[in-house]
């Protein structure tokens, strides 16, 4: 019998995208934890390392010189200008992971997770929904890591975000974060499920068949 097939799994994509304060690092961070079969895209940027971010593991730094060639040469699967920086994912490093079964799942802004869509467009795209504005508002306030004139830069982009909501593929609203967290855990379970990551597995059990099995 093909065990090997069998349990053979293409990666898969996994892309969350939330307004910013919706609760997306937490609920990310909560799945790295729980999975140990996901690789995190790490993306370029040319601003620069904040706090404790090393280059190479939150993000790889950059020039924008260096971006630009980057870019020119076609590097990059999806790239977006955000608060005035570039930020952008480069295909190869992606399609070596899912190669290998690992599955890919990034932290990336609405405008890059369309572009996305196009080149791996079999992934699982989730929009998380925060309950209300104003709870919104509280999470950003609370969280006591921006500035009041970030603050209202994230609030008033969040409605344009959430305007994209519409072409993805679930809605999870972080209400309760427990429950929250189940809905996304579900979604994740679901999508390694799809037929399409596991090209083997139908085939090795119809090598076990016999005409009067
Ligand atoms: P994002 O990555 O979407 O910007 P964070 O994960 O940093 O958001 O969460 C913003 C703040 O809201 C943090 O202080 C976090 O602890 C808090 N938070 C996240 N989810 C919930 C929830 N379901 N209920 C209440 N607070 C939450
Ligand atoms: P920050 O500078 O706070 O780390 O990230 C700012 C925003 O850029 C976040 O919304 C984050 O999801 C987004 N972002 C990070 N990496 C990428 C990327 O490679 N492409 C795109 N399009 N957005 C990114």
Request: proline fraction near 3%; glycine fraction near 8%.
């Amino acid at each position: 019998m093909g065990t090997d097939d069998h349990a053979f799994r293409l990666g898969q994509v996994l892309v969350v995208c939330a307004p910013s304060g919706t609760g997306k690092s937490t609920l990310i961070e909560m799945l790295r934890k729980e999975f140990s079969n996901f690789s995190f895209s790490v993306s370029y940027t040319t601003r620069a390392p904040r706090g404790e971010e090393q280059d190479g593991r939150e993000y790889n730094f950059v020039s924008r010189d260096a971006f630009i060639i980057m870019r020119s040469k076609g590097a990059f699967c999806e790239w977006a200008e955000v608060h005035g920086n570039f930020y952008g994912t480069a295909t190869k490093p992606v399609v070596e992971m899912l190669d290998q079964g690992r599955d890919v799942l990034f932290d990336i802004d609405v405008q890059g997770a369309k572009q996305l869509k196009k080149t791996f467009y079999k992934g699982t795209y989730v929009f998380l929904l925060p309950p209300s504005q104003d709870e919104l508002v509280r999470r950003l306030e609370g969280r006591d890591t921006d500035s009041e004139r970030s603050i209202k830069r994230r609030l008033g982009n969040a409605a344009g975000e959430m305007s994209q909501a519409k072409w993805f593929d679930y809605w999870v609203v972080n209400d309760n974060l427990a429950e929250a967290y189940q809905e996304l855990r579900a979604v994740y379970l679901a999508s390694r499920c799809k037929p399409s990551l596991r090209p083997g597995i139908l085939g090795s059990v119809l090598d076990t068949w016999t005409d009067n099995g």
